[in-house]
């Protein structure tokens, strides 16, 4: 009952045998699934180096950054690295891993996502949107943006039917977060700059009246309004 909880009597028919035949190359691990996905058989730290490895490299070919280097991402990329996955699976796990561990059926493009997480993010049929507008498939993309070759448009992928996905943030969180404190910085020295100040009070002083000269002519120079 390899990879089920203690105590339970039942006996995973889809594990036997391969907990005996699955076995990574310079030893193993014990690490029981008690959701009973896996074998049980993890390998060892160097071995598992090697896939950890392969990830990391795959992540960075397949990352958004390719955007930034104005690099194009095609299918013959993706599937060479599903071939890096597929090819590290085979160094630590010569004789593959079992057929309904989740990494093997992948590979072996024939997982069953159903009831899972996962299968909302599977798009058979998808509709690209930009402007809160479905690109159609039969138009062309200067219809849209125009003929300048150097527009960058931000386009987003929706599975078919589905009503337009959401405009994309004005502001990253990043950007929000600078400008609030640029924000605080400048009231900060706005309030520095009024406590420094000796306000308006020169305006009641006698020189600062614009009419004193005329005032003194008609001799009401000292004129107070207020009870004495």
Known sequence: CLGLPTGKAVV??????????????????????????????????????????????????????????????????????????????????????????????????????????????????????????????EKLLLDYVGKNEKTKIVVKLSKKGQQAPGREQQLTEEQKKEMMAWQYRKQEEMKKLHEADDGDDYLNSQWANPNSLKNSFHGIGNIKWGPK
């Open 12 to 137: 995973s028919t889809q594990s036997t045998g391969y907990e005996r035949k699955c076995i990574p190359q310079g030893g193993s691990m014990e690490c029981p699934d008690n959701i009973g996905r896996r074998s049980g058989k993890a390998p060892n730290e160097s071995m598992a180096e090697v896939i950890m490895k392969t990830i990391t490299d795959v992540k960075e070919g397949l990352s958004a950054k390719l955007v930034t280097a104005n690099r194009v991402l095609e299918l013959k990329e993706v599937q060479d690295n599903m071939n890096k996955l597929r090819g590290a699976i085979m160094i630590v796990y010569p004789m593959n891993l079992p057929p309904y561990d989740p990494v093997q059926a992948e590979l072996d493009d024939c997982e069953d996502l159903s009831g899972t997480q996962a299968s909302l993010e599977v798009i058979e049929q998808g509709a690209l949107w930009w402007a809160g507008k479905e690109l159609l498939p």
